[in-house]
Every structure is written in structure tokens, then in C-alpha cells.
């Protein structure tokens, strides 16, 4: 059972898995958190400013940067045993460094998800090597308030980073950029920011509840000589937005992996 949890770095993500785990109904009294700066846990959760000394936890998550990640694996690795699950939520920290670095972990996983994990509703992608199958569905459980978890390969950890782990920022990038767009147009500012942010919004939800696609959604929505087909013109030509996104998608994966291979230990 993956009933005690250390949380070792809780900042905005480590911070954001604990606030889903807690709204999802997780008794605060499994959660320890050590973070020397934090300035105050939610209620419930033990919060230290060092790691505890001589205590077992059954899961044990790393959310400090990858860079400190060398510097602090030697205090980190007393703590962990052959009863112990390594959650980890480093960018570019691969299996094989957590492998080398905690070498007597019942088990390693992987883990990228987003902020939206504060709100259960985080893609949540797990890789992990050699793993006993109720290990690895006790994992899923817990990964399951936090959003979808979904268990994929390794190699594919890089594009999966950019999309859904740093995918937030590039989608609050074009909430304002819409925002911007319409006040340049003459729209008060703060009105435009309202708009932007509930038209993403509703667009959003309506794509996850639709059984039709995105592309499809946009159809529907542009009228044969209409407005929206005016602007999806401009998106379209020369496949601008698509050229956009896929090199925003690259140069984010392309740093994953260069973080990576920084990181091997
Ligand atoms: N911010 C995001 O949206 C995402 C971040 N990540 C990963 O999460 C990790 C943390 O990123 P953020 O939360 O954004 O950074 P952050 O800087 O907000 O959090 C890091 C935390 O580690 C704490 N810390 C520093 N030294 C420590 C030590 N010796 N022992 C324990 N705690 C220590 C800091 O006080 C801070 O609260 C990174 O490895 C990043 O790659 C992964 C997915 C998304
Ligand atoms: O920017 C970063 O490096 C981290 C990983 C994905 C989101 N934030």
C-alpha cells in the first residue's frame, strides 16, 4: 500500500500535486512534505525543513529541480529502500540516472504532469521499468485525483514534457495574445482578458465533451464566407499556426532532452 508519502521539493508542482491530492479527498496526515522554504503546508501535512532522519515512507517524490538533483540524491538515497516507490517529477531526469542514483528502490516511476493538477484535471504520463503490475496499479490509483494518468515509453518523455507538462504556458501564452489582439482592436483591456479567458475556457470543455473533434468543432463554428473563416484563414495559411506549434513543440522537447543529458548521472 502506498500509504505514507514524502514529498521532497514542494513548490509549484510538487505544491500542486499535494493541493489535487488533498481536494481529492487524501487524509493530509500520509503527506510530509520537506522543503526549506515553503513558507506553510496546507493543515494536516507535516511540513520540515530537513529530511527526517531514520523514517520510512512508501512513496518518496523528488519535485526540486532537475539541476539540484545530483547535489541532493546522496542525503536522499538513505531514505529509500526495497519498500519504497521513487516518484519522480524532474524534467530530463531519466530512469537510468534515478536507477544509478537510488539504486535500492522497490520501484522508479517517472512522472510529467501539469499545474492543472491542483484541479484534477492534469495529463498525468508515467514511465517506469520493472515494475510488479499491483505496484505499478497502486501508482495509477494514486495518480488518478490528480487527472488522467497514462503509462508510455520512455523515449517518448521529451515531446510529452512540451506538450502536456509545459503545454499550459504555451495556451496562456495565446489566451493573452487573444486578449491583446482584441484590445488592439479597441476592446477595454480588462474585458478582453474576461473574453479570451471564458472562450478558451467553454472551448475547452466543450471539445472534451463533444464527441466530435477539434477540427470538426471548428467547422461548425465557422460559417461558409464568415467571420470565423476570416481568421481561420489567416491561421491556416502556409499551415502558420500548425509551423508555429510544432516548432514551439520542438525547441521545448529539444531542451527536455538537453536537460537530460545534463542530468545522467
Ligand atoms: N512547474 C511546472 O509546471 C512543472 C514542473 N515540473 C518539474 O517539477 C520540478 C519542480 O519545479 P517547480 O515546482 O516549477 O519549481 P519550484 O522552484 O517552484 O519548486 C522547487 C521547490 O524545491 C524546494 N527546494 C529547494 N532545495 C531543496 C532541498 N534541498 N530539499 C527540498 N526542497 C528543496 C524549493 O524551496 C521549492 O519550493 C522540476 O524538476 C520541474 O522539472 C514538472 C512538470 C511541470
Ligand atoms: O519548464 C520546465 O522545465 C518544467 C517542465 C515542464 C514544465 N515546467
Known amino acids: 500500500m502506498l500509504d505514507t508519502?514524502?514529498?521532497?521539493?514542494?513548490?509549484?508542482?510538487?505544491?500542486?500535486?499535494?493541493?489535487?491530492?488533498?481536494?481529492?479527498?487524501i487524509a493530509p496526515s500520509r503527506f510530509t512534505v520537506v522543503d526549506p522554504v515553503l513558507a506553510e503546508a496546507p493543515r494536516g501535512v507535516t511540513?520540515?525543513?530537513?529530511?527526517?532522519?531514520?523514517?520510512?515512507?512508501?512513496?518518496?517524490?523528488l519535485g526540486v529541480k532537475p539541476q539540484m538533483l545530483a547535489e541532493v540524491a546522496p542525503t536522499i538515497a538513505p531514505l529509500i529502500g526495497s519498500d519504497t516507490t521513487l516518484l519522480s517529477i524532474l524534467a530530463g531526469a531519466e530512469l537510468a540516472t534515478l536507477a544509478t542514483l537510488f539504486?535500492?528502490?522497490?520501484?522508479r516511476v517517472r512522472i510529467m504532469p501539469n499545474l492543472s493538477a491542483a484541479i484534477g484535471r492534469s495529463p498525468i504520463a508515467l514511465a517506469t521499468q520493472a515494475i510488479d503490475a499491483d505496484r505499478q496499479a497502486e501508482?495509477?490509483?494514486?495518480?488518478?485525483?490528480?487527472?488522467?494518468?497514462?503509462?508510455?515509453?520512455?523515449d517518448q518523455f521529451d515531446v510529452v514534457t512540451a506538450l502536456a507538462g509545459s503545454g499550459p504556458a504555451f495556451v496562456y501564452r495565446f489566451?493573452?495574445?487573444?486578449?491583446?489582439?482584441?484590445?488592439?482592436?479597441g476592446l477595454d483591456a480588462g474585458q478582453a482578458q474576461r473574453l479570451a479567458l471564458a472562450t478558451v475556457e467553454g472551448a475547452s470543455l466543450l471539445a472534451a465533451a463533444s464527441e466530435?473533434?477539434?477540427?470538426?468543432?471548428?467547422?461548425?463554428?465557422?460559417?461558409?464566407g464568415g467571420t470565423t473563416q476570416a481568421g481561420l484563414d489567416v491561421l491556416d495559411a502556409d499551415s502558420a499556426l500548425a509551423r508555429l506549434a510544432q516548432d514551439t513543440l520542438k525547441a521545448a522537447a529539444d531542451r527536455n532532452a538537453e536537460m537530460a543529458k545534463a542530468t545522467r548521472a
Open 212 to 224: 466530435h473533434s477539434p477540427g470538426e468543432l471548428a467547422r461548425r463554428v465557422a460559417s461558409p
Open 139 to 154: 501508482v495509477t490509483a494514486l495518480m488518478d485525483p490528480l487527472g488522467t494518468p497514462e503509462w508510455i515509453p520512455e
Open 47 to 61: 511540513l520540515l525543513r530537513e529530511l527526517p532522519k531514520g523514517a520510512r515512507f512508501d512513496v518518496v517524490m
Open 175 to 185: 489566451i493573452d495574445a487573444l486578449a491583446a489582439g482584441a484590445a488592439a482592436l
Open 103 to 107: 539504486p535500492a528502490a522497490g520501484a
Open 5 to 25: 508519502i514524502l514529498i521532497i521539493g514542494c513548490g509549484n508542482m510538487g505544491g500542486a500535486m499535494l493541493a489535487g491530492w488533498l481536494a481529492g479527498g
